[in-house]
């Protein structure tokens, strides 16, 4: 090992976030607290334009993503054509209340439900429906059995959060379309995979930029659960034959005071390391920290006058 590689363990992480030195050497852990602060935003936006600069950042950042041999096989449109955003709200919102009403989206992503605090603190995966209308909460246990289904479209539940999904989608002052090269995208073929593998990367470089830009960024997913609207959505965009269309998402900024939807959830939990880390063989999960290792030692402490 280089004189000038140093390995940092959780131990220098935590210290160094508390303020000390680790080995004389400062370690900037602006990264980390970024992928930390992390989140998706299920609220309204500010309904300030996303600047020229901002947008520029975004993209510049994405392709500064990894991808195989550099074939960078993302392409991306920016959307801020009110009538396009609104256009593809609309997609957005009826294709939620299509799948609600029909009782699609509870069949295909049943377990990711938890309806509980302590369901979600054993499963540590998955999302919590904290926010449910009074009238709902007590039909939770029953929300995939047909009379469930059947209550909720009598009461319009559907079609109030398809209004609210659109609501959400047309008050957003930036969209942005994430496609790929087909010459790179071949499902099936190895190609296929690191062609999305890039992608990920990508979104993810664009995601942690919103948050040092003070924006918020939610995918716009259920379009895609609904082929034909799916399918309008890419003739809005003018897909070309070589491109496929892959994601959208909406973006802009945060205001000061959060706003959620009349049915919400958070997804903040996440599995223990024991329950997604092994060490040498998927035989060996790894083991936990101690919890000593959560608190600075006395040398630490004193550092930092605590």
Request: hydrophobic share 35%; with cysteine; charged share 25%.
């Amino acid at each position: 090992m280089s004189e000038s590689a140093v390995v940092y363990s959780k131990n220098d992480f935590l210290a160094r976030a508390r303020g000390a030195r680790v080995g004389g050497a400062g370690l900037d852990l602006e990264l980390y607290e970024a992928l930390r602060r992390r989140r998706t935003t299920n609220g309204p936006f500010l309904p300030d334009l996303v600047s020229p600069e901002h947008q520029r950042m975004l993209v510049e950042v994405a392709a500064m993503a990894p991808s195989h041999l550099n074939s960078q096989p993302w392409r991306f449109v920016l959307i801020d054509d009110p009538e396009k955003i609104q256009a593809l709200a609309k997609e957005s919102g009826e294709s939620m209340t299509q799948v609600f009403r029909d009782g699609t989206f509870f069949k295909r992503y049943r377990p990711y439900f938890r309806f509980s605090k302590k369901e979600m603190e054993e499963k540590r995966d998955g999302i919590y429906f904290d926010q449910l209308p009074s009238v709902l909460r007590p039909f939770t246990r029953q929300v995939f059995s047909p009379a469930a289904q059947a209550l909720m479209n009598r009461l319009g539940v559907p079609r109030t959060l398809g209004e609210d999904n659109r609501k959400l989608v047309a008050g957003s002052p930036l969209l942005l379309a994430v496609l790929l090269d087909k010459t790179e995208y071949r499902p099936g073929e190895l190609s296929g995979f690191y062609s999305i593998f890039g992608m990920g990367a990508a979104i993810e470089n664009i995601w942690l930029m919103t948050t040092e830009l003070g924006m918020g960024i939610q995918f716009v997913s259920f379009p895609m659960e609904v082929p034909e609207s799916w399918r309008r959505i890419q003739t809005l965009l003018d897909v070309p034959e070589d491109l496929e269309l892959m994601a959208v998402y909406r973006l802009g900024y945060l205001p000061e005071e959060k706003r959620r939807p009349s049915i919400d959830w958070t997804s903040t939990q996440r599995k223990r390391i024991d329950q997604y880390v092994f060490r040498n063989s998927c035989a060996t999960p790894e083991t936990e920290p101690s919890p000593e290792l959560a608190e600075p030692n006395t040398a630490e402490k004193k550092e930092n006058g605590r």
